[in-house]
Structures are given as C-alpha cells and as structure tokens.
C-alpha cells in the first residue's frame, strides 16, 4: 500500500472520529504525520558483521558484502535469516590465479602470489609474467659462475657449463670448477688406494663433460656407496703401513667427500660400513645458508656453523659439512708422536702416547679449512673411561701433512673419564690421545721402601745364619726355609738396587731377569715346603727329600722359565720405567702364570695336609706331640704363602704403566718389607730350639770364662752326651 493511500485512509478515518494515536510498523507520528523510519540508520549494525542495509519504505533488508555469503544462501534477509560467512575463493575456484601463481584465501578476499621466477608488476591478481633472470644476472655477474652461461626458462633458468665446470646436476646452480687432478695418486700409492683415487677422477672428468651434466645422470647416494666400499677395501687387510700412505689416504677421503656432498639429493645422508661411518649435511640456495650445524654419532660430536662449513668465498650454491668416523682406524696410527715431544706438562718427566679415541674426519665445503671464522667444536668418547689424574692427560691432536700427530690448533676445552671436547682451528683427521706420564713416588714411599727393605734384608740375613749353623733344627725343612731365604734376599736387594736403574739397557734386562729368577724361586721354594709338609703327614718314615732334587726343583725350575721367556721374547726384560717385565703382548704372565700355579698347587697340598691331620688327631693312638708340631709347621707356611701371594696381588698394579696406584705401591712395599721380618719371627723365635741356642749363644758371648786346662780335662763325659741327648731331644724334624 502506497503512503498516499495509507494517508486518505488515516483522514477518512479520523472524519468519522476513528483516528488512532499510532502509526503502522516502519512509520513514526510527525506532528500526526506518519512519516517512514531509516531503519538502517537507526539500528547501526541491525544486519550483524559483513553486511550491507538497504533501506525500504515502511522497512528495510540486508545483503552480505563481497567476499562474503549468507549461511542460509538468501540474497536478501533480515538479521534473524542467518550470518555472513567468508566465502573460500581459492577453494571454490581452482584456477583463480591462474597456474603460475598461488591463491591464499583472506577475510572476504583472496591473494595471488607469483611463483618463483615470476613477478606481478601490474599488481593484477591474474596475471604473473616470467622473471628473465638472465638479464638481470648480466649486471650482477655471478648468477651460473664466471664461466657459466645463463638461459632463461618459464620460471627459471639454466646454468651452462663448459667442459672443466658443473653444476652437479642442479640447472640453477652456479658453475664450478672442477680439479679431477687432484685426485692423481701420490709417488708411493697403495694399490687400492690408487683404485680409489682413479674411481673418484672418472666421476670427476663425467661429471665436467657439458653433455652428462646435463641430463642429470649423477647419483651421489650411489657413489658415496662405492666409496665406503672402498675404504673397507683398504682397511680391512691393513694396507697402509706406512704414515705416508695413511696422509694420502686421509687427505683422498676428504677430497672425495667434498666432490660427492654436492650430488647428494637429502639435505641429512648417513651411511655405514663395518670400518667406517659418515654423516653429511648439505645445503641449497641462492643465498648462503646460517644456522647451527650438529652432527652426531656413538663416537663424535661435531659442533659449528654453516657460516663456517660455507666460507667467506664465492658462495656456489651450496655448502656440506660431514663427520667421518673410522671404528679401528687407530690401531694403524697409534704411533708419529714425535711432533708431540716436549709438549709435556713436565718437562723432566717425559710422557709415552697412545690413542684415547676412535679417528674421525671433519669435512666442509669451506676452501680454507686451515683457518677457520670460528673454531669448531669436536666431542670424542674416549675407547676406555680413565679421569685424568696426575699420571694421566689428554690431548686434542690432528694427524697433519707430514704423516704425524700434532697439537697445534687444537686446544682441549673439557674432559672427563669418557669425554673430551676439542676446539679446532683448522679441520683434519683428530683423535684424543692419551699421555702417560710415568709414576713418581712421594719421598715416603721411597723412605719406606729403604728402611722397610734394609730392615728384611737383615732379617733374612739372621734366618740364613741360624737355618746354617743351628744344629738342633737340621733337616729337610731347615734347608727348605734356608734356600727360601737366600733366593728371598737376593731378590730383595736387587730390587733395592736396581729395579729403577733403566740404564744402560743391558744392564736392565740383566736386572729384571735376575728378580725373575729369584722371585719365582721363592715361591718355588715354598711349593717344596708344601709338599714336605704333605710327605710328613702321609709318610711315617723316609719323609725327607734329598738335597739334590730339592736344587733340581727349587733353581732349575725358575732358570728353565727364565730362559724359555728370554728366547721367546727377549725385549721384554725391561722397561722404561723399570727393569722388570714388559706388559706388552702378556709377557707378563711369564711370571705370573708360574706364581698362579704354585699357588693354586700348595693350597692342594694344604688342603690335603690339613684334611690327613684332623684324621690322625681323632684316631684311637694319636702322637700328639709330633702332631702337634707337624700342624705349627703348616699354619706358619700357610701364612708365609698368603703373606708373600698377597704382596704379588698388589705388585702386579704396581709396575702399570702410568696408571698404578700409589695404595698399591704402599701396600706391596709393607709387604714386601715383612717378608724378613715374618719369617724370623715364624721360624726362628717362635721355635722352642733355636731360642735355646740363641740363649745358649748369647750367654757365651755376654759371660766368657776361661776355663783352666784342669777345668778342661775334669769335666765330666757324660755331661757332655746328656746335653747332646737333650738338644737331640728338640730336634722337631729329625725326630718326627
């Protein structure tokens, strides 16, 4: 109804008395005049967010802006017909940018955004026009290379490379030179070194041939592949010998490393065999990468950056860094220490070297490996875990041109007992090597071992003097104990003498087959009590042993192992340290297999002895005395032999070389020094008969009479046997 008619009809309507107060919906009274409300101005936002009002006389309705469409798809509606919603250009209309550009989707809008190589001068949605880079490379000059020649293609271009010069395969990618000549073969190759370096020198002229290059045939996963092979090839039989050869193999695997990086597809490629692992990084662009590189394995730790690995040079469009551990490369370099010679931390205590870590390699596309923007940072897990004490030091070292292992650049930052970390200057083949310093003991433990050993030596001296001469303690036993003491001295005061004198070196060796000798003739000494100790026990008469083979048994025996070592390893008498067996190649056990066995031997014959004594002490008709001697007897030899194998348990920690413990030195010196004293003690003063004869001695000595002929020729016969009688009496092992 039109507002005319709506206004006749409200006149008719007030003439016959029927007006109303109120206007209709959509109308306001002006002065009893309903005039039409602006609902789209009165009511700010009565459509809801994303709309549009229109104002209707009497009314009003809503449209949703562009970009924008109604939930219930109504072209017109009111705020209770539903929202705006973003309408998804680029979901909606798969070509609305066109194939060279991308959509992105914005509230109520959309985006295109060009491709790489194409740009959108005219800021026109649908239209991106292809960037001819070539023309822009002719101001900048390094776009393919100084050599390289760009053509430009829909969205990008193309580097070509003359013969000499690649691309790796990658069209966008600076032109670089190639050196395959560097790849010759030293004057002296290993055979299979020089198979090496001409596998990498044919993949090197392939890839500088302009036609190969371009069609993309280089696979580096593959020819990573045939080069480990071929490392394991070398390794395996131990081909390089000589240092020479092990600096012409390093330096070949680092320059392949550096020629395969480039040709590798993924950005992170790890390979492995069972003598060496690699893991390479690799990294494309147009602009040089930054950013932390971490590198890892079981063995390593490789910490820098790509600013680093990149170089401060003509960036080609790619940068690598690879970590390359060898897993037994240092059995065959554990040797060329003589550029580390006066490195010590003590110089008047020259140190011994070995290798403390597996060998890796550091690999950068960087030229200038030999100094580096920054150091890099080299974690090396040591083969055995030691802490570094004051016989110990590590030290970061890089096997250098000349075929040696040297320091210089490499400094160690930290190190634990399985860990040390390296900061480089330069980058090579590094590994952690070991200095051994040899032990220097404190003034106390030299005093004691002077006094303690002076002490024993007299001790001994006693025994040998009264095992001699006392005639009341004569027997098998006796010469046993004596024998034992002579070998006992003489040991103890070569050792005194000159376990420490390492010059000359015959002398030396001379020395330490003389301990040799009489220290395995000790304990074989003490195997003859042992079984002497078992004959009187198991045999009631004829239990003694003669002389002879007692000689046979108790010299021969250490002369013939002595002499068997000698031939078979005659430089293991004698050390640097000290004169005494070498611990090399187990020459040791040359000692301590003998000392073992005796051992292992006389707890038998205890064991036996012991077992046939308990049985005589509870049979019907024991002799209690001559049992009870027989099991003195063994209790002392029983503790003679713990005595004497537990000194040998710390004397073999103390002649390590550079890791022996100075409680083990105390410990084997104490013992070492109670030997005398402890077999005086045993045998002589706690012996019934020769505290009689020491008395009897005594008392001639301390109360001289001189005694008149007539004295002499009345005294008594009879006196004189009773007494003979009487010491025959004690004579322990003659009467048993």
Known sequence: MGPRKAL????????????????????????????????????????????????????????????????????????????????????DNKEICGHKAVCFNLLGSYNCTCHSGYTNPTNDLKHCIDIDECKEAEMKKDLCGIKGTCKNIDG?????????????????????????????????????????????????????????????????????????????????????????????????????????????????????????????????????????????????????????AAGTGTYPGFALAALLTYKNLEKSVNNSFEELKGHEKNAKNPSSFKISSKVVSVVVSNPSTQNLSSPVNITLRHLNE???????????????????????????????????????????????????????????????????????????????????????IQGTRTTIHLHLCVCLFVADLIFLAGISKTEPVGGCRFVAAMLHIFFLGVFMWMLLEGVQLYRMVVLVFNATIRPLYLFIAGYG??????????????????????????????????????????????????????????????????????????????????????????MWVFGAFLFEEGIGTTVAAYLFTILNSLQGALIFVMHCLLSKQVREEYAYFLSCICTPQKKRYSDLSSTNPSSSQSRGSQSGQHTGESQI
């Open 8 to 91: 006749l009809i409200l006149g008719l309507m007030c003439m016959l008395g029927e007006c109303f107060s109120k206007c209709p919906d959509g109308f306001g009274n002006n002065h009893d005049i309903c005039e039409d409300i602006d609902e789209c101005k009165e009511f700010e936002g009565g459509c809801g967010n994303n709309t549009v009002c229109f104002n209707t006389n009497g009314s009003f309705y809503c449209q949703c802006e562009d970009g924008f469409a109604n939930t219930k798809k109504k072209v017109n509606f009111t705020m209770d017909d539903g929202q705006c919603k973003d309408v998804n250009e680029c979901y």
């Open 156 to 308: 990008s271009y193309w580097c070509m490379c003359p013969e000499g010069y690649t691309n790796y395969g990658h069209e966008s990618t600076p032109c670089s030179e190639l050196d395959c000549e560097t790849f010759q073969a030293n004057s002296r190759p290993a055979q299979s070194l020089k198979g090496l370096a001409d596998m990498m020198r044919d993949n090197c002229l392939a890839l500088s041939n302009p036609h190969i290059a371009s069609e993309g045939k280089t696979d580096g996963e593959a020819l990573l592949e045939k080069l480990l092979t071929a490392i394991e090839a070398i390794l395996s039989p131990g081909h390089l010998n000589h240092s020479k050869d092990m600096s012409g193999f390093l330096q070949t695997v680092e320059k392949s490393i550096r020629h395969i990086g480039p040709q590798l597809k993924d950005s992170i490629t790890e390979m492995e065999t069972t003598e060496i692992g690699a893991k390479i990084a690799v990294q494309r662009g147009k602009t040089q990468p930054t950013g932390p590189i971490l590198l890892t394995n079981e063995n390593a730790r490789l910490d820098t950056d790509w600013t680093t």
């Open 386 to 472: 030691t802490a570094e004490s004051s016989e110990v030091e590590y030290i970061c070292a890089y096997w250098n041109d000349r075929g040696a292992w040297s320091k210089e650049g490499c400094h160690q930052q930290q190190t634990n007992a399985t860990h040390t970390v390296c900061t480089c200057e330069h980058l090579s083949s590094f590994a952690v090597l070991m200095a051994l310093y040899p032990m220097t003991h404190p003034f106390a433990l030299i005093l004691i071992t002077k006094i303690g050993l002076t002490m024993s030596l007299l001790c001994l001296v006693l025994c040998i003097l009264t095992f001699k001469f006392c005639r009341s």
């Open 557 to 646: 025996t250490p002369l013939v192992i002595v002499i068997i070592s000698a031939i078979v390893n005659p430089k293991g008498y004698g050390t640097k340290e000290h004169c005494w067996l070498s611990l090399k190649d187990g020459f040791i056990w040359s000692f301590f297999g003998p000392v073992c066995c005796i051992i292992f031997l006389n707890v038998f014959f205890f064991i036996i002895t012991v077992w046939k004594l308990a049985q005589k002490f509870t049979s019907l008709n024991p002799d209690l005395s001559t049992l009870n001697k027989i099991k003195a007897f063994t209790v002392t030899a029983i503790a003679q032999l713990c005595i004497l194998g537990l």
